[in-house]
């Protein structure tokens, strides 16, 4: 999968790396497309390719803002980060630079995030605000994007020792004595200290205001969710509250967040349900369960399958020898090797037919039968024939298919709307995806605009 992210246009765009990436894209008999801007407000240009460089367009391929970057980013609260001659900066959706890239030196910069930006120049992290002013000093060697007020930042060279989270006035809020640590939700975030084999990872929680409500202790933990947290130590799991107190036993094997006021939990090698005060809802019964979904939970017991509601009620019966979530509406079921989907009333909306399937997503789903794949909607109708030889899930309205060890990408109403020609093809994700042809790596933009270059991406790019 592809992620455009700063440390990747950092690594792209040393001063040789964009000098190469300007002259063989130039070289790329790419049409630009109309100089039309956007009327609608409500609307951010999307990241594309124009002649080579990195620009934005309007959702109808109409040039928003010229292709003159080295690289760009999606626009977040109405600016997007973009590079220039290994440095960054950023601009609004009219293209005014409203951070010069190159005035002042940054070499990563971040998505806005609750009105403020991480920027780092050769060495530290601090935080912009809108219109460029650095509102809390470059002084730490990692920074987090702001969460329910609060930045996870770290002073220590080894990324050690030093975590905590800082207001957005640069005011230290948890002390920086932590290891590591995830943003806040509902209220808290969680820490960890140690995560070496000499000191494996122990985890607790603080508040917004810099109380340890739980110490470092536990092997394993969850976010807080409906006011309890799901925590472990040595295998066994329960639940603590707000205050830290552990409301709810660890005695369970295995536990999944509370949803609506329940949770499946696992005792004795069986499933049940309880409550938030620990009380049953539902005996352990059922060999397995998954999370629910949509307000419904698959379980099986004797090895079929059915669906549970928020109280424990069965409400679709033991049929299936497979089931998975509800996503828009619809599960996957299978029986006898054949695969299909159910509706919330246990009815067979799409016949069981199907070798392999993936869920919806776009309205869309991937069907294999035969050992070819194709898609369907959500009646059944084939919107685009099972004959390709391997298919990638729907985003961004595209979906990468191959036919003889040739990657494109075909659009929603079955369209190749990029032709089959890549040795190697990523998924869409902020407008451009990564892919490989003959020995040159780079990008694609929906419109099958391409940027490519020699020599491979990196290590993070998914496509190695």
Known sequence: MMIINPHFCVKMHKTFFALTLVLLCSMINVTKADTAQSTDTDEMPIPCIINGKFGYCNNDGSTAIEGKYDMVKPFHEGLAAVTLDGRCGYIDKTGKEIVHPGTPYYFECGNFSEGLAMVQDDADKGYINKVGQVVIPL???FANDFHEG????????????EYGFIDKTGKVIVPLKYDDGDDFHEGFAVVLVGR?????????????VGKEIASPKYTRVLPFQEGLAKVEIDGKCGFINETGVEIIPL??????????GHALMQFNGKWGLIEKIGQDVLEPT???ARNFSEGLASVTLHDKWGFIDGVGKLVIPFKYDS???????????????KWGFIDKTGKEVIPLKYDAEEVFTDGLAKVMIGGKWGFIDKTGREVVPPKYDSADIYSEGLAEVSVDGKNGYVNSIGEMAIPLKYDKAGRFENGLAE??????????????????????FSDDSGLD
Do not use: T
């Open 196 to 208: 070496g084999k000499q000191a494996p990872a122990e985890y607790g929680f603080v508040n917004k």
């Open 286 to 288: 059922y060999d397995y």
């Open 139 to 141: 002084e730490y060697k």
């Open 251 to 260: 005695i369970y094997q295995n536990a999944y967040s509370f949803q609506s």
């Open 435 to 456: 892919v490989v042809l003959d020995g040159k790596s780079g990008y694609v933009d929906h419109w099958g605009h391409e940027c490519l270059l020699e020599g491979k």
């Open 150 to 161: 609060l930045a996870g930042v770290n002073a220590s060279e080894s990324l050690r020792g």
């Open 323 to 337: 089931a998975e979530d509800f996503s828009d509406g619809l599960a996957k079921a299978m029986i006898g090797g």
